[in-house]
């Protein structure tokens, strides 16, 4: 690989565009694909400006600027992301549970703390009405079902109770004995 004297930081290319003109430039389909792209280059130093996205009147905007937050989790954008759980589109309120709930992607800082992520990702997985708010929530839930009692059983509950078959069947991978749940660390 290489030795860290020799290292260089990441090369962030933003064609003469602010990090705030790229965060309006995901409301613009055609232009949406390069916009997260650079704000993905960006990395933490666009944090700040990807949080202000968190408010914006395009829930494109907020889904694009979940997705970022995955990857660069910026402790200042947990009441944003908090807030967006219970945003009317059901993309954001996913994305948002997504950014909150997932160590998967994250580089570097890990996730907020189980205790206050699990609670958010029960009530979505048992009250919200969109099915891929649940599933997304059952998702991202599974990973806790060993450590948390409570995760654990809302996941059983989601997999023998929840109306939708997508949801059950997610459910089902992280109840114990499922093939998730049985790849789980002890």
Not at 125 to 132: K, Q
């Amino acid at each position: 690989m290489g030795n860290s004297a020799t290292a260089r930081p990441p090369v962030v290319d933003l064609s003469g565009n602010t990090l705030e003109e790229i965060v309006e430039m995901l409301a613009s389909p055609h232009r949406r694909k390069v916009a997260l792209r650079k704000l993905m280059a960006a990395g933490r130093a666009g944090t700040p400006v990807v949080r202000a996205g968190l408010k914006h009147a395009d829930p494109e905007v907020r889904i694009a600027c979940c997705k970022v937050l995955d990857h660069f989790m910026d402790a200042a954008a947990l009441p944003e992301l908090v807030a967006n759980v219970r945003h009317p589109h059901p993309g954001v309120r996913a994305w948002a549970i997504h950014a909150l709930a997932c160590d998967r992607c994250k580089e570097g800082v890990c996730r907020p703390g189980e205790d206050d992520v699990i609670p958010m990702v029960i009530d979505a997985l048992r009250h919200d009405g969109d099915r891929s708010v649940r599933q997304q929530a059952a998702g991202m839930l599974g990973p806790s079902v060993r450590r948390s009692d409570v995760a654990s059983a809302a996941i059983e509950h989601a997999h023998a109770h929840d109306p939708h078959p997508a949801v059950r069947k997610i459910a089902g991978w992280w109840i114990p004995g499922g093939p998730r749940y049985r790849k789980l660390k002890a």
